[in-house]
């Protein structure tokens, strides 16, 4: 088994801050990219930022700049630090990861159970 739990989200003032973790527990030998989705209401949930195991990041466009993606290898976590918050952030952030539990078998996609972010104007 793994799991994904999450933490850190809230309410937040339009221009705050709000910082997600993610821990990844379980059966794990090796986690390959990290990263965090959102998805809001009537949307489909897109990529917010991602993580490889050697620090590379990719992230959205609407995100550049204000949001800075992090993990911890020893710990098997991801964090998510969302500076200057727009409404439009407004959603529910999944966390993912890519994981290979045993020697010799794919990496497969687990998420988190979602946290929600709301951003007041």
């Known amino acids: 088994q793994v799991q994904l739990v999450e933490s850190g989200g809230g309410l937040v003032q339009a221009g705050g801050s709000l910082r997600l973790s993610c821990a990844a527990s379980g059966s794990i030998l090796t986690i390959n990219s990290m990263g965090w989705y959102r998805q809001a209401p009537g949307k489909q949930r897109e990529l917010v930022a991602s993580i490889t195991s050697g620090d590379s990041t990719n992230y959205a466009d609407s995100v550049k700049g204000r949001f800075t993606i992090s993990r911890d290898n020893a710990k098997n976590t991801v964090h998510l630090q969302m500076d200057s918050l727009k409404p439009e952030d407004t959603a529910v952030y999944y966390c993912?990861?890519?994981?290979?539990?045993?020697?010799?078998?794919?990496?497969?996609?687990?998420w988190g159970q979602g946290t929600q972010v709301t951003v007041s104007s």
């Open positions: 993912n990861a890519i994981i290979s539990r045993f020697a010799g078998t794919y990496y497969n996609a687990y």
